[in-house]
């Protein structure tokens, strides 16, 4: 197997560069268990409840089990053992493909990991290897940030993409309910959601959505009009001092989170505002404490 370049180090450390696979002849052998690849029974595989991905593509996934049917699975499947069988780390998608199709076992590697760390690289996989929606994608970044104290430049690093890319992503999260179900159903992008941001009023934003889908506008035009509305007075027009406030607020979050490693929230509201430190465990708060200049008093 080739080397797995441009992985998140949780990922590339699932795929050996070679793996072996098991016959009654290599009993005797002392071999790494977790670059042995088994066959099991397709049935005794479960998909993780945690996985990012919530909508699979039949048309693709019928694609991709066609060419199962000619090649067979190339690439094993990264499972997780269980009381009563395995849960998927990586590879849902082959597993749903050979369930469609039939196939009654399947390739996989075993790796027996805390589940925290299955959760990132399950997150961290789908984000590189699979065409997640926009909003599929934003919640994975919510779910880096919130369970592992990860800062936009770091899962940037981590998967490939500018910190810029990860925030403009994570903005969408902003969006009405309704209009996400939208993007998340591809009835409108991401280009059209961001410029929709602007609008701010949920009921402004849920209109203007609709009206983009049923006069199948495109990003350009949706753009154009929000610039007229601008101009008209309609919108309140984007403060270039807003702006630059916020870029200024993000940098100092970033050296703050840089400085204590973890994650900092700041916000600001006029002249006041807060910031939040993050902490995963007491011995983690102690460690800040400490960087804080806090003394214990004995």
Same mark, same amino acid.
């Given at each position: 197997?080739?080397?797995?370049?441009?992985?998140?180090?949780?990922?590339?450390?699932?795929?050996?560069?070679?793996?072996?696979?098991?016959?009654?002849?290599?009993?005797?052998?002392?071999?790494?268990?977790?670059?042995?690849?088994?066959?099991?029974?397709?049935?005794?595989?479960?998909?993780?409840?945690?996985?990012?991905?919530?909508?699979?593509?039949?048309?693709?996934?019928?694609?991709?089990?066609? %060419?199962?049917?000619?090649?067979?699975?190339?690439?094993?499947?990264?499972?997780?053992?269980?009381?009563?069988?395995?849960?998927?780390?990586?590879?849902?998608?082959?597993?749903?493909?050979?369930?469609?199709?039939?196939?009654?076992?399947?390739?996989?590697?075993?790796?027996?990991?805390?589940?925290?760390?299955?959760?990132?690289?399950?997150?961290?996989?789908?984000?590189?290897?699979?065409?997640?929606?926009?909003?599929?994608?934003?919640?994975?970044?919510?779910?880096?940030?919130?369970?592992?104290?990860?800062?936009?430049?770091?899962?940037?690093?981590?998967?490939?993409?500018?910190?810029?890319?990860?925030?403009?992503t994570l903005r969408l999260l902003k969006l009405p309910k309704t209009i996400q179900d939208q993007l998340?159903?591809?009835?409108?992008? %991401?280009?059209?959601?961001?410029?929709?941001?602007?609008?701010?009023?949920?009921?402004?934003?849920?209109?203007?959505?609709?009206?983009?889908?049923?006069?199948?506008?495109?990003?350009?035009?949706?753009?154009?009009?929000?610039?007229?509305?601008?101009?008209?007075?309609?919108?309140?027009?984007?403060?270039?001092?807003?702006?630059?406030?916020?870029?200024?607020?993000?940098?100092?979050?970033?050296?703050?989170?840089?400085?204590?490693?973890?994650?900092?929230?700041? %916000?600001?509201?006029?002249?006041?505002?807060?910031?939040?430190?993050?902490?995963? %465990?007491?011995?983690?708060?102690?460690?800040?404490?400490?960087?804080?200049?806090?003394?214990?008093?004995?």
């Open positions: 197997m080739g080397k797995n370049t441009g992985l998140g180090k949780g990922l590339r450390a699932l795929f050996p560069d070679e793996a072996v696979i098991t016959s009654k002849e290599d009993e005797a052998l002392e071999v790494d268990v977790e670059k042995l690849v088994f066959y099991v029974k397709t049935n005794n595989v479960r998909p993780n409840p945690d996985q990012p991905r919530k909508t699979f593509d039949r048309a693709k996934l019928e694609e991709l089990g066609v %060419s199962i049917k000619e090649h067979g699975i190339l690439q094993p499947l990264v499972v997780k053992p269980e009381t009563k069988g395995y849960t998927i780390i990586a590879g849902e998608r082959r597993w749903r493909a050979a369930n469609m199709i039939g196939l009654k076992e399947i390739p996989v590697i075993v790796k027996d990991l805390p589940a925290k760390e299955v959760l990132e690289i399950a997150i961290i996989e789908n984000v590189q290897r699979e065409n997640l929606n926009s909003i599929e994608e934003a919640q994975a970044f919510e779910a880096l940030m919130e369970n592992f104290n990860l800062t936009q430049g770091e899962i940037g690093i981590r998967i490939g993409k500018s910190r810029t890319a990860i925030a403009n998340a159903q591809g009835k409108i992008t %991401s280009g059209h959601a961001r410029a929709i941001l602007i609008l701010e009023e949920p009921e402004k934003m849920e209109a203007f959505a609709n009206e983009i889908i049923e006069k199948g506008m495109s990003v350009r035009e949706v753009e154009n009009r929000i610039k007229k509305m601008q101009a008209e007075g309609l919108v309140k027009p984007l403060q270039k001092k807003n702006e630059d406030s916020q870029g200024h607020i993000t940098e100092i979050q970033e050296a703050l989170e840089k400085r204590y490693e973890t994650k900092v929230n700041l %916000s600001s509201r006029g002249k006041k505002g807060k910031i939040e430190f993050f902490y995963s %465990s007491l011995e983690e708060l102690d460690r800040l404490l400490e960087e804080l200049g806090y003394q214990k008093s004995i």
